[in-house]
T-cell receptor
């Protein structure tokens, strides 16, 4: 089945220790998104790629970086995680960024910062 | 600013009908999505409305009024597995998805 896969599902890191979250998709979608979602809050878009074009949200901290080496994979790097970065990180994909571009989500990675 | 409003929490009885409302104020409009999110899981797509009116899909229906900046999600014949958060999201003029905080729906037997 075509899908969006995220690894790991649960990640524990220490304060200040870099961590990388991965996302892969078999849908062959052009657009990939990274969201941060804290409990009982709306998902917050961090950045997205349209093909190889990177689009950073204005309020995304520099501590968050992303790479998309090819169509199928996208990585979220958190360079120095703080306690406030503990959250669910959601990867999503869509065919386009427009109205036809329904976003399909992976299962998420829950990040704990100790 | 851009804003999506939906009730924080609702309670309904198994077998009943519930309507979850969403109002929005966004810069432009390119469609409205409803997603279902079970606790600790990712959102899953339920519906997309871009024209006024009602879209029915099994037990779930979604309604849109663009002139009123209003949508609702109607869930019929509620089942216990429908207990989840329901997120309303609007695609603005820049094709950015603006998310509401979600409505937590509690189903009681």
């Amino acid at each position: 089945d075509a899908m969006v896969i995220q690894n790991p599902r649960y990640q524990v890191t220490q304060f200040g220790k870099p961590v990388t979250l991965s996302c892969s998709q078999t849908l062959n979608h052009n657009v990939m998104y990274w969201y941060q979602q804290k409990s009982s809050q709306a998902p917050k878009l961090l950045f997205h790629y349209y093909d190889k074009d990177f689009n950073n949200e204005a309020d995304t901290p520099d501590n968050f970086q992303s790479r998309r080496p090819n169509t199928s994979f996208c990585f979220l790097d958190i360079r120095s995680p703080g306690l406030g970065d503990a959250a669910m990180y959601l990867c999503a994909t869509s065919i386009t960024a427009g109205g036809a571009g329904t976003q399909y989500f992976g299962p998420g990675t829950r990040l704990t910062v100790l | 600013g851009q804003n999506i409003d939906q009730p924080t929490e609702m309670t309904a009885t198994e077998g009943a009908i519930v309507q979850i409302n969403c109002t929005y104020q966004t810069s432009g409009f390119n469609g409205l999505f409803w997603y279902q999110q079970h606790a600790g899981e990712a959102p899953t797509f339920l519906s997309y409305n871009v024209l006024d009116g009602l879209e029915e899909k099994g037990r779930f229906s979604s309604f849109l009024s663009r002139s009123k900046g209003y949508s609702y999600l109607l869930l019929k014949e509620l089942q216990m597995k429908d207990s989840a958060s329901y997120l309303c999201a609007v695609l603005d003029s820049n094709y950015q998805l603006i998310w509401g905080a979600g409505t937590k729906l509690i189903i009681k037997p």
